[in-house]
């Protein structure tokens, strides 16, 4: 069964090599009990390791079954330990960490033998060599001898066709001795059982065979076999340990060792720990600003202009003249053009944009807002006198008409009344005050007011009248152009004239403390169903339609531009031409600028409806990502000149502050990740004592066929339990912070709940932490797998 040809084996020590084994050739029989013999240094020892497979022969030939070891691979010697030979060791060699139970069981566990079929042979080779009672003990439990009957045990379950025992009784008083002896003579009847011992009257007693050994060679043998050709009928089962049970080994271990444990798994959590809370606050942070958006400023308008804006190209991947390196040292000026990287854009609102736009779902909105160059025709009056008002000098402009799910107009969800009513017809007019209820002085003198007091009671405000003169009855004919009729210091009759509107002030508001929606400047607002009312009106006047025919301003005579697309202001009206301010900042401010267009003289009398700008209010955050979707529908296939751009600037806010959390996150995240790295190193130290420890445990799995994988994977389960477990501890510990950090930070800054953990976070940074603990213990893992068995199972 068993057969050794000129077995040679020799170490090596620097320049000195001593032969262990000298050409041995022995034939052993399947059943039979045979000791060994000799002085220390003889060989003994050597033949049975080279026999039990934990060391390779240099030269010769070793046979199981007929089978020659020869070309055996690494796993084929581990396959071999495991189904084939059982060890019996002098100092037990028992796992101290694992129950009797679970030490007999662990050459099973290899074989991938299952749970209840191991349990039950454990169970009976415990019985067997009488200690089914202390199945559930610990190896430090158990006398001498109890261990080393469950070393034999151990032996036995795998039902090996060959055991070895080395000095099996050396440790042992002579009453035990012979209860061991007995019980390994019992175990020969049926397997061939070698056994190492100092002691020849042992093996006179007990061994059917006596083999001497000196120097290296068998010197004598008591009962040889002669050569016999064996037929090969051998086959290997090759043996694995799955992660689970790594796990289950290396926890075993860990929970002897529950502090240092705790104490290491704190110490790599510390990291965890720094991160996390910094995610926490950022995470945290991120949704005051969101909230922030949601809140305050969900409702800041959509602004859709017609005015011109700039693109960066480079923002989109398209660079000109970027070839130049940066800071060059030749002293050359490399002329270039900025607008290279940018192009303007101007959006083109068209009629049939404008009835897009108003085909928003009105749920979404709290008004549309509508800025036109339209320069109504209003006039003041004392009483006896009437004259135009100067709008150069007051701010005019339209709040936002109320939409179908609002719950209130924007002047009644962001103003406050102070006097009066919020205006209900599209004749009314509301006063707007700053925070101080103040209106500048010239405000003041554009509306006919007296500014020299020291103030004026809102009451004397409300029911103010001013009127609004169609573009017929403001201007008349005079030849090819047009004159206001009447004279500049007085307008009293047309102020009077029963086509005339009138528009009164109903009621005098003040922005809502606190609010960041209430955008109106102080000054007079009024619908834009005013200003529709009379561009409807103007579009059909006659000056309207004179204009459209002629190519010069019908007021000023001066000629204009026909680029009806164009932009730019200019032009002043002639001397003795009436005109207020705000038709002449309309029109332009100098003689000498560049020439009007056709379409900016028309807009200034009214005769276009399409806005300079439009401003969409929405409901809440909700609502303006949805209005945002349905503008981008409408520049879907469009080229870029033709679509239309918007300013979002609650995204831009949002954004900004966003990025900038999103950089000091990642500054504190790197800062806390050094501690990290520290972990990493620590975790390799922690690892590699582990693995010093574990030395004889090493020796013992490798005795009973564990592969060097088998190994690295005990020692990468004990640092994923151990990363597992700083993870667990780093989030849990996190998560407890939170509390007094965020009273903290109600405290200081009125701010609730900031610092929030993200279970994605925590579930990222828990893996992280088992990531890295198995990469510390990555080489210690590796240096444990390559361990001699010999030399670890000598280890103490």
Not at 183 to 204: C, F, G, R, S, Y
Request: glycine share 8%; charged share 20%; aromatic share 6%.
């Amino acid at each position: 069964m068993l057969q050794l040809n000129n077995i040679v084996k020799s170490y090596k020590t620097g320049d000195f090599t001593q032969v262990a084994l000298d050409k041995v050739s022995l034939n052993f029989r399947e059943s039979e009990f045979v000791a060994i013999l000799g002085q220390s240094g003889s060989g003994k020892t050597t033949l049975l390791n080279v026999v039990g497979g934990l060391d390779q022969y240099d030269s010769g030939e070793l046979i199981i079954n007929g089978q020659s070891t020869k070309h055996f691979q690494d796993s084929d010697w581990d396959a071999y330990r495991n189904n084939s030979v059982g060890f019996i060791f002098q100092s037990y060699n028992l796992i101290s960490h694992l129950s009797i139970v679970d030490n007999v069981e662990m050459g099973m566990t290899l074989s991938g033998v299952s749970t209840s079929e191991k349990n039950k042979k454990a169970m009976e080779v415990l019985e067997k060599v009488g200690l089914k009672d202390h199945v559930h003990k610990k190896p430090n439990q158990l006398s001498g001898g109890q261990m080393q009957r469950v070393a034999i045990a151990r032996a036995l379950a795998n039902n090996p066709d060959i055991i070895l025992a080395d000095e099996p009784t050396g440790a042992l008083d002579s009453e035990t001795s012979e209860q061991i002896m007995e019980l390994i003579k019992t175990i020969a009847e049926d397997k061939l059982v070698i056994m190492v011992t100092h002691n020849p009257e042992l093996a006179e007693q007990y061994a059917d065979r006596i083999i001497k050994f000196s120097d290296g060679k068998a010197i004598s043998d008591t009962n040889p076999l002669a050569n016999q050709k064996a037929t090969s009928n051998y086959t290997l089962k090759k043996t694995s340990m799955n992660f689970l049970t790594a796990l289950k080994l290396s926890g075993k271990n860990i929970a002897t060792k529950k502090w240092r444990t705790g104490l290491t798994a704190f110490a790599s959590s510390i990291g965890i720990i720094g991160i996390a809370l910094i995610l926490s606050l950022s995470n945290g942070f991120d949704k005051q600003i969101s909230s922030y958006e949601t809140g305050a400023m969900s409702s800041f308008p959509i602004t859709i202009s017609q005015s011109a804006m700039n693109i960066d190209l480079a923002e989109r991947g398209v660079v000109a003249g970027t070839d130049l390196p940066s800071y060059p040292t030749e002293k050359k000026l490399y002329p270039y053009d900025p607008t290279a990287n940018s192009i303007v854009h101007n959006n083109v609102l068209t009629t049939e944009y404008l009835a897009y736009l108003n085909k928003i779902d009105p749920t979404l909105i709290d008004g549309i807002s509508y800025t036109r160059t339209v320069n109504m025709n209003m006039l003041k009056s004392d009483g006896v006198k009437a004259t135009t008002v100067d709008k150069g000098s007051i701010t005019f402009s339209s709040y936002p008409s109320k939409q179908g799910a609002a719950t209130g107009s924007y002047l009644e969800q962001y103003y406050d009344v102070l006097e009066g009513n919020f205006p209900t017809k599209k004749t009314d007019l509301v006063l707007i005050v700053d925070e101080h209820n103040r209106l500048t002085d010239a405000s003041m003198s554009a509306l006919g007011l007296n500014y020299d007091v020291d103030s004026i009671n809102f009451t004397d405000l409300i029911g103010y009248e001013l009127k609004l003169v169609m573009n017929n009855d403001y201007y008349k004919r005079n030849g090819e152009l047009f004159s206001v009729n009447g004279t500049a210091s007085n307008l009293i009759d047309m102020y009077n004239s029963d086509k005339a509107a009138s528009l009164n002030i109903v009621g005098v508001i003040r922005a809502q403390e606190g609010s960041t929606m209430s955008t109106l400047s102080a000054g007079i607002a009024y619908s834009d169903d005013l200003a529709t009312y009379f561009i409807e009106d103007a579009k059909n006047s006659d000056i309207v339609l004179a204009q459209q025919e002629a190519d010069h301003n019908v007021l000023t005579g001066q000629l204009v531009s026909q680029d009806i697309a164009g932009s730019g202001t200019s032009g002043m009206a002639s001397p003795g031409t009436l005109m207020d301010k705000g038709m002449a900042n309309t029109l332009g401010a100098s003689a000498s600028s560049n020439t009007p267009t056709k379409a900016e003289v028309l807009a200034s009398l009214g005769a276009t409806e399409i806005p300079t700008s439009v401003s969409l209010y929405p409901i809440d955050f909700g609502a303006k990502e949805s209005i945002i979707h349905y503008l981008d529908e409408w520049n879907t296939n469009l080229d870029t000149k033709d679509k239309v751009m918007y300013t979002d600037l609650a995204a831009i806010v949002t954004n900004v502050s966003g990025s900038i959390m999103d950089g000091i996150t990642l500054v504190l995240v790197a800062f806390a990740a050094i501690s990290l790295v520290v972990s990493l190193i620590m975790i390799a130290i922690i690892t590699y004592i582990s693995v010093m420890e574990r030395t004889k445990e090493i020796g013992v799995l490798r005795a009973l066929g564990a592969r060097k994988k088998d190994i690295t994977r005990v020692f990468n389960a004990e640092t994923f339990i151990i990363g597992a477990c700083s993870g667990v501890l780093g989030i849990g510990i996190t998560y407890l912070l939170t509390f007094p950090v965020n009273a903290i930070l109600y405290n200081l800054t009125d701010l609730k709940n900031v610092s929030q953990l993200d279970p994605v976070h925590a579930i990222t940074l828990g893996v992280i932490s088992v990531v890295l603990t198995m990469l510390g213990g990555f080489i210690p893992a590796k240096m444990a797998a390559k361990k001699d068995p010999v030399t670890a199972l000598r280890s103490e």
